[in-house]
């Protein structure tokens, strides 16, 4: 009795055997197309990032070429400097843009105007490291009654006051901001909204 049982169970078997081998003869080939489909989309999207990367780094270089060739004083100097600062900005280069920024604040050869503004950018871009008592004296020497940038220097010195927990300081230099006759609407605008989030 268990013999003829386990004739039927090999046999069994082997059918199902010979179906597996069946099958796999005739769709193996799917999951072998799958594994190529997805290693080839891979290996695309790489070639396409790589590609991507090579055109952004062949723009930065032909731009910094262009800003080399530029006067080396005045204000096309002033603003080619701007510009490298701005695709070191974009290119997360933070440090960098500070540099570039200070440089031309400090550059006698640039117009004024020009220094104010990038004295400004780089104290509006110093990084978490950047000591908050350098950045209040750049900001300070900026926010001096009759300065171009007057109203935004003091909206930047309300935020690193902020930033350190002065809130009373900071504050005050929202009113300030608020009650100067030549305050722009848009700045005015955040000024108040910051207080009411201030309470």
Same mark, same amino acid.
């Given at each position: ?10 046999v069994? =078997? ?6 597996l &081998?069946?099958n796999?003869?005739? &769709?193996g ?11 080839? /989309? +891979?290996?695309?999207?790489?070639? #396409?990032?790589? #590609?991507?990367?090579?055109?952004? =780094? %062949?723009? /930065?270089?032909?731009?910094? +070429?262009?800003? =080399?060739?530029l006067?080396?004083?005045?204000a096309?100097?002033?603003? /080619?400097?701007?510009?490298?600062a ?18 031309? +604040?400090?550059?006698a050869?640039?117009?004024?105007? &020009?220094?104010?503004?990038? +004295? ?6 110093t ?25 935004? %220097?003091?909206e ?6 902020l %930033? #350190? ?5 900071a ?15 848009g700045?005015r ?8 989030a201030?309470?």
């Open positions: 009795m268990s013999n003829p049982e386990s004739f039927i169970d090999e069994s =078997e082997e059918v199902r055997r010979d179906r &081998y069946r796999m003869r005739r &769709y080939w799917i999951p072998l197309l799958a594994v190529l489909a997805i290693v080839g /989309g +891979a290996a695309w999207v790489e070639w #396409q990032r790589s #590609q991507d990367r090579s055109a952004a =780094e %062949a723009r /930065g270089d032909a731009l910094l +070429a262009a800003l =080399e060739a006067p080396t004083d005045g096309a100097r002033a603003v /080619g400097r701007m510009l490298l701005a695709e070191q900005q974009r290119a997360g280069e933070i440090a960098a843009a500070e540099a570039t920024l200070q440089a031309l +604040a400090v550059d050869a640039a117009p004024e105007l &020009y220094r104010d503004v990038a +004295a400004l950018k780089a104290a509006m871009l990084s978490p490291d950047t000591d908050p008592a350098q950045r209040l004296i750049a900001l300070e020497a900026l926010a001096a009654p009759g300065a171009p940038f007057r109203m935004l %220097a003091l930047q010195i309300a935020l690193v006051n %930033a #350190q927990g002065d809130t009373e300081a504050l005050d230099q929202l009113r300030q901001i608020i009650e100067a006759a030549e305050v722009t609407p700045l605008d955040r000024a108040e909204g910051l207080m009411v201030l309470g």
